[in-house]
T-cell receptor
Framework: GENVEQHPSTLSVQEGDSAVIKCTYS??????FPWYKQELGKGPQLIID?????GEKKDQRIAVTLNKTAKHFSLHITETQPEDSAVYFC????????????FGTGTKLQVIP | DSGVTQTPKHLITATGQRVTLRCSPR?????VYWYQQSLDQGLQFLIQ???????AKGNILERFSAQQFPDLHSELNLSSLELGDSALYFC?????????????FGSGTQLSVL
């Protein structure tokens, strides 16, 4: 089955700096890659997603890049703010028939004011 | 607010007991997913229902079972509870019937087995 690795497990940045979280996946048939943000005491919330036919997608301060050849994808947050502090999960979804979402182990991001 | 409602928020029980977790999906969503989140295992997929029928199974123990009712709410039943079952249990819903694109998660049920 699919295996998703996520790094780093913790990340501290100064407010205003950029943050990058990286993930690799094992199943070359995976074609959908969402990112979820989980704030304390809440469930994960989808913040951005990308499909395998797209190399990059942006939404305001958040961007995701995908390298299908290398089987890795990354989340980029620019101009970080204290409210960006949360745990971020990457995930991958395979293609063909039913495929479940496999999540990475999460990155705890701390933005220092 | 994701629109997914989970009850109860907290549950404290003893080993050997049985509990039921409840989930109401977003209006219009036909799929319900159950996930277990623990510190050392991350988010683990347990089971998915689509319009009342089981669609996929993940790492769900035989002591656990679930169902989705005609009104689309779902229940996760955990029996013969063990200390290791202590975790945060999430329900998620989506419009899609396959895979799990664009999941909307509830706030979870924190289960503590003492």
């Amino acid at each position: 089955g699919e295996n998703v690795e996520q790094h780093p497990s913790t990340l501290s940045v100064q407010e205003g700096d950029s943050a990058v979280i990286k993930c690799t996946y094992s199943d070359s048939a995976s074609n959908y890659f969402p990112w979820y943000k989980q704030e304390l005491g809440k469930g994960p919330q989808l913040i951005i997603d990308i499909r395998s036919n797209v190399g990059e997608k942006k939404d305001q301060r958040i961007a995701v890049t995908l390298n299908k050849t290398a089987k890795h994808f990354s989340l980029h947050i620019t101009e970080t703010q204290p409210e960006d502090s949360a745990v971020y999960f990457c995930a991958a979804l395979g293609s063909g028939g039913y495929q479940k979402v496999t999540f990475g182990t999460g990155t705890k991001l701390q933005v220092i004011p | 607010d994701s629109g997914v409602t989970q009850t109860p928020k907290h549950l404290i029980t003893a080993t050997g007991q049985r509990v039921t977790l409840r989930c109401s999906p977003r209006s219009g969503d036909l799929s319900v997913y159950w996930y277990q989140q623990s510190l050392d295992q991350g988010l683990q997929f347990l089971i998915q229902y689509y319009n009342g029928e089981e669609r996929a199974k993940g790492n769900i123990l035989e002591r656990f079972s679930a169902q989705q009712f005609p009104d689309l709410h779902s229940e996760l039943n955990l029996s013969s509870l063990e200390l290791g079952d202590s975790a945060l249990y999430f329900c998620a819903s989506s419009v899609a019937g396959t895979g799990g694109e664009k999941l909307f998660f509830g706030s979870g049920t924190q289960l503590s087995v003492l």
